[in-house]
């Protein structure tokens, strides 16, 4: 709604300046419209980016029973093993195992880049 009025109320000003050149817009008026501007349509997008990583949250209980097959086959699992196996980028694979390991279902192990996971 707050967009609406000041869009609105920008347009107006710029129409009645244009056709009424006695009327003088304030010095800042235009940086003002442009920062309400930017603040909604960064919030916007902020909303967007925060409901899609919320639903890449809620993890598919497929992938999870996947990794811990691979546990059980193996013995242990790195997250380049996870990559490979589920065909996602590292940054999920990190984030799916931080799940299970908040949930219990597997322990991490190792230091650095030798970090592995196993059943708990």
Not at 7 to 24: C, D, G, K, M, Q
Not at 36 to 41: A, E, H, S
Not at 66 to 84: C, E, F, N, P, Y
Not at 88 to 107: C, D
Request: a positive charge; charged letters at 20%.
């Amino acid at each position: 709604m707050i967009f609406w009025i000041w869009t609105l109320f920008a347009l107006l000003a710029f129409t009645v300046h244009s056709f009424r050149p006695e009327y003088i817009l304030p010095n800042n008026m235009i940086t003002v419209a442009l920062q309400v501007l930017g603040i909604f349509f960064g919030s916007k997008a902020s909303k967007y980016v925060c409901e899609r990583r919320s639903a890449a949250d809620n993890i598919d209980p497929g992938r999870e029973k996947l990794i811990i097959d691979m546990i059980s086959a193996k013995g242990q699992v790195t997250r380049q093993a996870v990559v490979d196996e589920l065909k996602v980028s590292s940054t999920t694979a990190y984030r799916i195992l931080q799940g299970m390991e908040g949930k219990n279902l597997i322990q991490r192990k190792g230091e650095g880049r030798g970090i592995y996971y196993i059943l708990p």
